[in-house]
Nanobody
Framework: QVQLVESGGGLVQAGDSLRLSCAAS???????YGWFRQAPGKEREFLAT????????DYADSVKGRFAISRDNFVNTVYLQMNSLKPEDTAVYYC?????????????????WGQGTQVTVSS
């Protein structure tokens, strides 16, 4: 089992930056991390993924160039640096962990999910 705990969400203004953290605990090997978000009335949206082993990454087109995913294997934490935030970035942000290695964009391929952290961007 893996437990994921997100932190770092909050209320910011358009143009601000925010860094989300997700701490993983448990004995199960993690092959990949991902960040997703879900706005009210919308489906869960893929944002970014990173391989825990070689650090390769992939991003959704909607956040490419503004968001950056990184991981620190020594403290089992994955981060999402979000810059130039827009009101449409308002959502609950979730981190996820997969046992499978590599980079993963599909939510159903993740085995573990955090509880989510709210990000609200005011105009």
């Amino acid at each position: 089992q893996v437990q994921l705990v997100e932190s770092g969400g909050g209320l910011v203004q358009a143009g601000d930056s925010l860094r989300l953290s997700c701490a993983a605990s448990g004995r199960t090997f993690i092959g990949a991390y991902g960040w997703f978000r879900q706005a009210p009335g919308k489906e869960r949206e893929f944002l970014a993924t990173i391989s825990r082993t070689d650090g390769s990454t992939d991003y959704a087109d909607s956040v490419k160039g503004r968001f950056a995913i990184s991981r620190d294997n020594f403290v089992n934490t994955v981060y999402l640096q979000m810059n130039s935030l827009k009101p449409e970035d308002t959502a609950v942000y979730y981190c996820a962990a997969a046992v499978s290695p590599g980079i993963i964009r599909v939510p159903r391929e993740y085995n573990y999910w955090g509880q989510g952290t709210q990000v609200t961007v005011s105009s």
